[in-house]
């Protein structure tokens, strides 16, 4: 075993300070705002379900079978609310910290292939991309399918490193197989389908077949298989419906079909890439060119040989096969029929890598450019902040929407003077300082967008409804939602609701249990009559009819939104 020398362990040292105040900055605000529809309550209420069962194979969201997704995300959620309690910043937790973990293996991976400055200024991109940091602090399923990803390329490009020893490229090898075995879990074989098609494109376009003998593909497929398929056997034995909707509805229908209804033309990624890449998006055609043009790495010289690089005339290319990954990736979700702006997220990764190399060789003046650009749209931002006032609506009014022009205006100030500054210090060379600084402002930016966004959680959220509604509630009461379902309203009050006359995405699991629905509202009526005591939520307009019908209710809770009733006692 190499034991790392003196002036490694200094830099290790040194490093705990900045990987502390990084962890504080990136997992200090989880629980500052409330979850808000759908995604974050859909994948929150989920894991809670399990948790209140004790089902964690079968997952359901309002009781009914929802099969969109693999587990893996729901397990770990469900398992950090076991151990912590359901809270905002535990339903977060899962994609906060595949996230960060994300940071540190792209300053890791940087640091083996490249060099160190390399990698950490990979690190410093990544970290600071304003949609990489921003779903990182969203909970959807992506950061967890883009971690699983990155970790498979990864291990992938460092088991065919040159200086690799057979015993370490095979140990990198299954650790690559086992990672895509856990994205697979995540989100599905799309995990697979992109992995296997970057290697054969890249084998073809770069005419280099030598990372095909380096799969160890028995064992590697023995470990995927191990690790993917019980799952779903398990799920497919108990529940055979599964097997239809989650592989042929779920993958191929989504991806062929506008069945979804996420429909967008084929250039809807560019501007995403373009907003998501911030503050790195203007170097992106220098970095795309210089991952196609790099020549190949060079291993170490022998002792005795003046620390000169050899050059290789042939073999594995990672800049040019990070390249392929990431325009792949992003041919795959353009051609698509369902299209949403976190599917190109296992992009960022990728595209951090190439950066950090770039950004270590970028000469001065290609830096005063770029961070000129930066300063120009900080500025512009601060500039265009208060007119998000005039975004204002019955549903989010002025108040509410000055609130959040006020922390729009307050970050993008931080990030004009972080940019401004960042430029100041590449005109006079010190580039290093230029490239951490602008991410450090970005990455505040981006950040007080996302919190600020908590002013807008009465008309996004159902957390004041809950407030209202949880001295009132007692267990077994009836709960019906009326022609809506609210997403984070189950996770609040910690219980699920009987859909009224409303289907969308759990019609699949009305389907299979239709004794959990109303199906009409006239049906819900003669119920609401019955019952000795209930509650129902539905919106303003539905509330105004059934009124007018002579259904007899109290308003037990209320929002922008929504109205909570309750049958008169």
Same mark, same amino acid.
């Given at each position: 075993?190499?034991?790392?020398?003196?002036?490694?362990?200094?830099?290790?040292?040194?490093?705990?300070?900045?990987?502390?105040?990084?962890?504080?900055?990136?997992?200090? /605000?989880? =629980?500052?705002?409330?979850?808000?529809?759908?995604?974050?309550?859909?994948?929150?209420?989920?894991?809670?379900?399990?948790?209140?069962?004790?089902?964690?194979?079968?997952?359901?969201?309002?009781?009914?079978?929802?099969?969109?997704?693999?587990?893996?995300?729901?397990?770990?959620?469900?398992?950090?609310?076991?151990? #912590?309690?359901?809270?905002?910043?535990?339903?977060? @937790?899962?994609?906060?910290?595949?996230?960060?973990?994300?940071?540190?293996?792209?300053?890791?991976?940087?640091?083996?292939?490249?060099?160190?400055? !390399?990698? /950490?200024?990979?690190?410093?991109?990544?970290?600071?991309?304003?949609?990489?940091?921003?779903?990182?602090?969203?909970?959807?399923?992506?950061?967890?399918?883009?971690?699983?990803?990155?970790?498979?390329?990864?291990?992938?490009?460092?088991?065919?490193?040159?200086?690799?020893?057979?015993?370490?490229?095979?140990?990198?090898?299954?650790?690559?197989?086992?990672?895509? $075995?856990?994205?697979?879990? /995540?989100?599905? %074989?799309?995990?697979?389908?992109?992995?296997?098609?970057?290697?054969v494109f890249y084998s073809l376009l770069a005419r280099d077949l030598s990372p095909w003998r380096r799969l160890h593909l028995i064992p590697g497929l023995?470990?995927?298989?191990?690790?993917?398929?019980?799952?779903?056997?398990?799920? +497919?034995?108990?529940?055979?419906?599964?097997?239809? #909707?989650?592989?042929?509805? !779920?993958?191929?229908?989504?991806?062929?079909?506008?069945?979804?209804?996420?429909?967008?033309?084929?250039?809807?990624?560019?501007? *995403?890439?373009?907003?998501?890449?911030?503050?790195?998006?203007?170097?992106?055609?220098?970095?795309?060119?210089?991952?196609?043009?790099?020549?190949?790495?060079?291993?170490?010289?022998?002792?005795?040989?003046?620390?000169?690089?050899?050059?290789?005339?042939?073999? #594995?290319?990672?800049?040019?096969?990070?390249?392929?990954?990431?325009?792949? *990736?992003?041919?795959? #979700?353009?051609?698509?029929?369902?299209?949403?702006?976190?599917?190109?997220?296992?992009?960022?990764? $990728?595209?951090?890598?190439?950066?950090?190399?770039?950004?270590?060789?970028?000469?001065?003046?290609?830096?005063?450019?770029?961070?000129?650009?930066?300063?120009?749209?900080?500025?512009?931002?601060?500039?265009?902040?208060?007119?998000?006032?005039?975004?204002?609506?019955?549903?989010?009014?002025?108040?509410?929407?000055?609130?959040?022009?006020?922390?729009?205006?307050?970050?993008?100030?931080?990030?004009?003077?972080?940019?401004?500054?960042?430029?100041?210090?590449?005109?006079?060379?010190?580039?290093?300082?230029?490239?951490?600084?602008?991410?450090?402002?970005?990455?505040?930016?981006?950040?007080?967008?996302?919190?600020?966004? !908590?002013?807008?959680?009465?008309?996004?959220?159902?957390?004041?409804?809950?407030?209202?509604?949880?001295?009132?509630?007692?267990?077994?009461?009836?709960?019906?939602?009326?022609?809506?379902?609210?997403?984070? @309203?189950?996770?609040?009050?910690?219980? +699920?609701?009987?859909?009224?006359?409303?289907?969308?995405?759990?019609?699949f699991g009305i389907q299979q249990e239709p004794q959990k629905f109303v199906p009409t509202v006239k049906e819900f009526e003669a119920r609401w009559r $019955?019952?000795?005591?209930?509650?129902?939520?539905?919106?303003? =307009? +539905?509330?105004?009819?059934?009124?007018?019908?002579?259904?007899?209710?109290?308003?037990?809770?209320?929002?922008?939104?929504? %109205?909570?009733?309750?049958?008169?006692?």
């Amino acid at each position: 075993m190499i034991k790392p020398t003196s002036r490694q362990r200094g830099f290790a040292l040194a490093l705990l300070p900045i990987l502390l105040i990084m962890a504080l900055a990136w997992f200090g /605000t989880l =629980d500052y705002r409330k979850l808000v529809k759908p995604d974050e309550g859909r994948y929150a209420e989920i894991p809670r379900e399990m948790v209140a069962t004790g089902d964690w194979l079968t997952p359901r969201l309002n009781d009914l079978k929802y099969f969109e997704k693999p587990a893996l995300q729901y397990w770990a959620t469900a398992a950090a609310f076991e151990a #912590f309690g359901a809270h905002e910043w535990t339903a977060r @937790l899962w994609p906060a910290l595949t996230g960060f973990l994300g940071i540190l293996l792209a300053g890791y991976t940087g640091s083996r292939l490249f060099g160190r400055r !390399e990698g /950490t200024m990979a690190a410093a991109v990544l970290g600071s991309s304003v949609l990489y940091a921003a779903m990182a602090h969203i909970i959807t399923l992506d950061m967890g399918l883009s971690f699983f990803m990155q970790a498979a390329l990864s291990g992938f490009l460092l088991a065919n490193r040159p200086e690799a020893s057979p015993e370490e490229g095979r140990r990198w090898m299954l650790f690559t197989w086992a990672m895509v $075995a856990l994205a697979t879990l /995540t989100k599905g %074989i799309v995990a697979p389908v992109l992995a296997g098609g970057t290697l054969v494109f890249y084998s073809l376009l770069a005419r280099d077949l030598s990372p095909w003998r380096r799969l160890h593909l028995i064992p590697g497929l023995a470990l995927f298989l191990a690790l993917a398929a019980p799952w779903f056997v398990a799920v +497919t034995l108990k529940n055979p419906e599964f097997f239809h #909707f989650f592989f042929i509805h !779920e993958h191929f229908e989504r991806f062929l079909t506008k069945s979804h209804h996420r429909f967008q033309p084929w250039w809807f990624f560019l501007p *995403i890439l373009a907003l998501g890449m911030l503050p790195w998006a203007s170097m992106l055609p220098q970095i795309l060119w210089s991952g196609w043009k790099s020549p190949l790495p060079s291993p170490p010289s022998p002792a005795g040989e003046g620390g000169e690089r050899r050059e290789p005339r042939h073999g #594995f290319n990672p800049r040019r096969f990070l390249l392929v990954w990431s325009v792949l *990736i992003f041919v795959f #979700f353009s051609i698509s029929d369902s299209k949403l702006p976190s599917y190109v997220l296992p992009i960022f990764p $990728a595209l951090a890598l190439l950066a950090g190399d770039w950004l270590a060789k970028a000469g001065r003046l290609s830096l005063v450019r770029h961070f000129s650009l930066v300063a120009i749209l900080a500025g512009a931002a601060l500039l265009a902040s208060p007119l998000v006032k005039m975004a204002a609506n019955p549903e989010q009014p002025l108040a509410m929407m000055a609130d959040y022009a006020r922390w729009l205006a307050a970050s993008s100030a931080i990030w004009f003077a972080g940019s401004a500054a960042a430029l100041a210090l590449a005109w006079r060379g010190r580039l290093g300082p230029a490239v951490y600084l602008a991410a450090v402002a970005t990455f505040v930016v981006g950040q007080g967008a996302l919190l600020g966004h !908590e002013s807008l959680a009465a008309s996004n959220s159902a957390a004041s409804l809950a407030q209202q509604l949880r001295p009132q509630l007692t267990p077994g009461v009836p709960f019906y939602s009326v022609r809506t379902y609210e997403q984070t @309203l189950p996770f609040y009050i910690q219980r +699920t609701v009987t859909l009224v006359e409303f289907g969308d995405e759990l019609s699949f699991g009305i389907q299979q249990e239709p004794q959990k629905f109303v199906p009409t509202v006239k049906e819900f009526e003669a119920r609401w009559r $019955a019952d000795k005591d209930a509650f129902a939520l539905m919106t303003p =307009d +539905t509330y105004a009819e059934l009124e007018k019908d002579g259904l007899p209710m109290t308003i037990a809770a209320r929002d922008l939104r929504r %109205i909570v009733v309750r049958k008169p006692q």
